[in-house]
């Protein structure tokens, strides 16, 4: 591997272990969040694990109008990008959600319609620059809704769908995508809940994700048991699925 990283949700657990992974010697290490400029733990992270270089870009995800801006910037300045991870992403609050539309059009604002938006805006560029790599990161969440979270899990059904139809238009070009489907992380944004079955750690994910993007493959389930287990799910009866927890 080789050619700039770039990290879209800079402060992501998952994301900056995926580019502790990538920071071989001579790699450049992108950083794109919002107030970028308090990084600097990240950075300091990422230059000790080997990372050439580590350069911080202002980029706030719900404001589409300047994804092109930002990802024009960091190709022309510090690009061939050779792989850029998708990472930010909110897991909002269920309960709020269901009495204020206001923040449920914010988590699918985030979760779904930025993604769907940047992605398409990254694909051209890579497809003008003639390679590259991208990583998304859905959820089984998304996999089959639940009651308990379904304003967080429709917008990861969403991604899902859109990811993995982006990655058939894809198939047989000069750009790669990546769809990675964990399970309940044990991380910062779930902080305070229960661990699910089948949990992991951004430590876990970022293994997988790694060794995936090595391996040439287009989709990883993490971890692998939750592939087999959610096909069988399909088949629980609706009166059983609704009282799962998250």
């Known amino acids: 591997m080789s050619g700039t990283v770039l990290v879209l949700g800079g402060r992501s657990e998952i994301g900056l272990e995926v580019a502790r992974r990538l920071a071989e010697p001579g790699r450049k290490i992108v950083l794109a969040a919002r107030r970028s400029a308090d990084l600097g733990e990240q950075e300091a992270a990422l230059r000790e694990a080997g990372a050439a270089d580590v350069v911080r870009v ?56 930025a993604h769907v938006h940047v992605l398409t805006e990254l694909v051209n560029l890579l497809k003008a620059q003639g390679s590259g790599r991208i990583v998304v990161f859905s959820s089984v969440a998304g996999i089959r809704v639940r009651r308990a979270n379904y304003v ?83 088949l629980v009866p609706r009166t059983v699925w609704r009282r799962l927890p998250r």
């Open 58 to 113: 202002e980029f706030d995800a719900d404001d589409l109008a300047s994804h092109r801006t930002v990802l024009e910037r960091v190709a022309a300045e510090h690009g061939p990008l050779d792989v850029v991870v998708v990472a930010f992403g909110i897991l909002g609050d269920q309960r709020r959600a269901e009495a204020d539309a206001a923040h449920a059009a914010a988590i699918a604002h985030t979760d779904y319609l």
């Open 152 to 234: 967080y899990g429709s917008a990861k059904a969403g991604l899902d769908g859109f990811a993995s139809g982006l990655a058939d238009a894809l198939h047989g070009g000069p750009v790669k995508l990546l769809l990675v489907r964990p399970g309940f992380v044990i991380g910062r944004m779930t902080a305070g809940m229960p661990p699910a079955p089948f949990s992991s750690t951004p430590s876990q994910v970022a293994d997988a994700t790694v060794s995936a993007l090595r391996r040439g493959r287009g989709e990883v389930w993490v971890p692998a048991v939750l592939r087999p287990v959610f096909f069988a799910m399909r």
